[in-house]
């Protein structure tokens, strides 16, 4: 049993590229989320999802796009990649009225 | 929307002693707060919650208070070892499930 597992643990973009971060998980969650986390700033709530088909937007959603297609898996992707986003970008998942389940992140740099 | 504040932003202690971490939020609905520890290189790890039909709850050395009428809950870590050594951060939430709004954390130290 892996839980939430992110992919790829570093990444470094140039600006303007695109890319998309990875997370699948295999405990069943009808829930995932994608949290961005700046030094000193706490975690950021980016895109949430509530089962397969359904994604709604959080506090940071700007410049990141995500799709459910599957239970297991909620890529999240960066279209344009802009220096801004440099961050460590956190997955996570939870069945309703559970606490959530995180992965280990991508760290992600963009110059 | 919901905001959370948490302090001391960093904290050092002596090994044995207690540890306190206090946080307040603005929703006055929000009725779920839990606790993460984050690891260097990890994920936060969920170690302690608190509804808000519960004003006090115990887990070990750990223990999480809530006040809900002055909208401030804290953390106790009782006996601190070395491995407490971390980030914590505290947040809130209308219920477990929902959109989780995070403090911006505490680096607890343990000292030798």
């Known amino acids: 049993n892996a839980g939430v597992t992110q992919t790829p643990k570093f990444r470094i973009l140039k600006i303007g590229q695109s890319m998309t971060l990875q997370c699948t998980q295999d405990?069943?969650?009808?829930?995932m989320y994608w949290y961005r986390q700046d030094p000193g700033m706490g975690l950021k709530l980016i895109y949430y999802?509530?089962?397969?088909?359904?994604?709604d937007k959080g506090e940071v959603p700007n410049g990141y796009n995500v799709s459910r297609s599957t239970t297991e898996d909620f890529p999240l992707r960066l279209e344009l990649a802009a220096p801004s986003q440099t961050s460590v970008y956190f997955c996570?998942?939870?069945?309703?009225?559970?606490?959530?389940?995180f992965g280990d992140g991508t760290r992600l740099s963009i110059l | 929307g919901e905001n959370v504040e948490q302090h001391p932003s960093t904290l050092s202690v002596q090994e044995g002693d207690s540890a306190v971490i206090k946080c307040t939020y603005s929703?006055?609905?929000?009725?779920?707060f839990p606790w993460y520890k984050q690891e260097l290189g990890k994920g936060p790890q969920l170690i302690i919650d608190?509804?808000?039909?519960?004003g006090e709850k115990k887990d070990q050395r750990i223990a999480v208070t809530l006040n809900k009428t002055a909208k401030h809950f804290s953390l106790h870590i009782t006996e601190t070892q070395p491995e407490d050594s971390a980030v914590y951060f505290c947040?809130?939430?209308?219920?477990?499930?929902?959109?989780?709004?995070f403090g911006k954390g505490t680096r607890l130290h343990i000292l030798p």
């Open positions: 929703d006055s609905a929000s009725n779920y």
């Open positions: 999802s509530v089962g397969a088909g359904i994604t």
């Open positions: 608190i509804r808000s039909n519960v």
């Open positions: 405990m069943n969650h009808n829930y």
């Open positions: 996570a998942s939870s069945y309703p009225e559970q606490p959530q389940h």
């Open positions: 947040a809130a939430s209308l219920a477990q499930d929902d959109k989780i709004i």
